[in-house]
């Protein structure tokens, strides 16, 4: 057993000096997403809510729990809106559309 904790704790020293705050520096990191890959990337999740918003399925709450990481993108927000009305009437979604409409309008 003190092998064992011998182990456990040669790697929690080893991890913490990986992610010490002063050997990690975001400099390093590339954007991902700029430029034309930005309005791709836009483009495609809007169509994606786009479809989902208006197939004749069951709006759920999963739907609404994920809206709200996307209406930083304009057409996302115009298509929340949209459905806002109905959403907040329904008891099921009225929380979680409160709080899309929240997210809207900040």
Same mark, same amino acid.
């Given at each position: 057993?003190?092998?064992? @904790? ?13 992610? @010490? ?6 400099? !390093? $990191?590339?954007? !991902?997403? $700029? ?16 479809? !989902? ?5 069951? @709006?759920?709450? *999963?739907?609404? @729990? ?15 809106? !949209?459905?806002?009305? *109905? ?10 559309? *409160?709080?899309?409409?929240?997210? $809207?309008?900040?």
């Amino acid at each position: 057993e003190s092998q064992h @904790q011998g182990n456990v704790q040669a790697c929690c020293s080893s991890l913490s000096l990986l992610f @010490q705050p002063s050997s990690f520096s975001k400099k !390093r $990191i590339r954007p !991902r997403y $700029i430029g034309h890959n930005l309005e791709l990337a836009h483009e495609v999740i809007s169509d994606a809510l786009t479809d !989902r918003l208006n197939s004749k399925s069951k @709006q759920n709450s *999963r739907l609404l @729990q994920i809206l709200p990481s996307f209406v930083s993108i304009p057409r996302v927000r115009c298509l929340a809106s !949209r459905h806002l009305e *109905r959403w907040l009437q329904s008891p099921a979604l009225a929380g979680l559309a *409160r709080a899309l409409f929240s997210k $809207i309008v900040t």
